[in-house]
């Protein structure tokens, strides 16, 4: 059966300062886990994560929290396999499109993005397309090697309508998408997702493991 996530709208997120637009999501936001553990026999590590989610007409808005037992962040720079480092990702795609966008976050904001109709046909984002995503994480901006132990962090994402060439009216509009975690270079790699992806190995670029993206 097909997953469906509900976005409710928010209209004043965008004039909001970060403390507000945090206890807004909290209160009046609708919060998701990312519990699917797909190649449980390969990967077996399961981080708890979650993820708040609200729209402002305007931008998407979506807070990461994760608790993990490695922490990595070694790329830096726009379009960086931020994947490979502690990492959640977002791919959506509009109604009546066979297009997609892929937005990869690591736990410092670096930012990985792109769209594509096929997994190996992506068009990156530009940096000037990047710099219209505001991105908050609580790890800070400067990267660093693996460290052990346990950790909390969450990384605030706000991701313009306009990239994913789609105009908000009033009226709830439907997308496809998943949401993932992962970290494929750490001590413990994982690769968890919000709707299941059955494939052998772990394959993020599955339209058809796409659950269903209101926004109301």
């Known amino acids: 059966m097909e997953k469906t996530l509900h976005v409710p709208y928010i209209p004043d997120l965008d004039s909001l300062n970060t403390d507000e637009i945090f206890n807004r999501l909290?209160?009046?936001?609708?919060?998701?886990?990312?519990?699917?553990?797909?190649w449980k026999?390969?990967?077996?590590y399961h981080p708890l994560t979650t993820f708040t989610i609200a729209h402002s007409g305007?931008?998407?808005?979506?807070?990461?929290?994760?608790?993990c037992n490695y922490l990595r962040a070694m790329n830096f720079a726009n379009n960086s396999p931020v994947y490979e480092d502690s990492s959640?990702?977002?791919?959506?795609?509009?109604?009546?499109?066979?297009e997609y966008w892929n937005f990869e976050f690591n736990c410092i904001g670096a930012i990985k993005a792109s769209h594509r109709t096929t997994r190996n046909r992506p068009i990156p984002l530009?940096?000037?397309?990047?710099?219209?995503?505001?991105?908050?994480?609580?790890?800070?901006?400067?990267?660093?090697?693996?460290v052990e132990g346990l950790f909390t962090w969450d990384l605030l994402a706000a991701i313009p309508l306009g990239l994913l060439e789609i105009q908000y009216s009033?009226?709830?509009?439907?997308l496809k998408g998943n949401f993932y975690k992962c970290a494929s270079g750490t001590s413990q790699p994982h690769y968890l997702s919000w709707t299941p992806?059955?494939?052998?190995?772990?394959?993020?670029?599955?339209?058809?493991?796409?659950?269903?993206?209101?926004?109301?």
């Open 26 to 38: 909290e209160c009046n936001g609708v919060r998701y886990s990312i519990g699917e553990l797909n």
């Open 41 to 44: 026999e390969l990967y077996p």
């Open 58 to 67: 305007n931008r998407l808005y979506v807070n990461f929290f994760v608790r």
């Open 88 to 98: 959640v990702l977002l791919f959506l795609q509009p109604e009546n499109t066979e």
């Open 126 to 146: 530009t940096d000037a397309e990047i710099s219209t995503i505001g991105v908050l994480p609580s790890c800070g901006r400067r990267p660093f090697r693996e």
């Open 170 to 174: 009033g009226k709830p509009i439907e």
């Open 197 to 216: 992806v059955k494939t052998p190995t772990p394959d993020f670029h599955r339209p058809e493991s796409f659950g269903k993206i209101i926004l109301e």
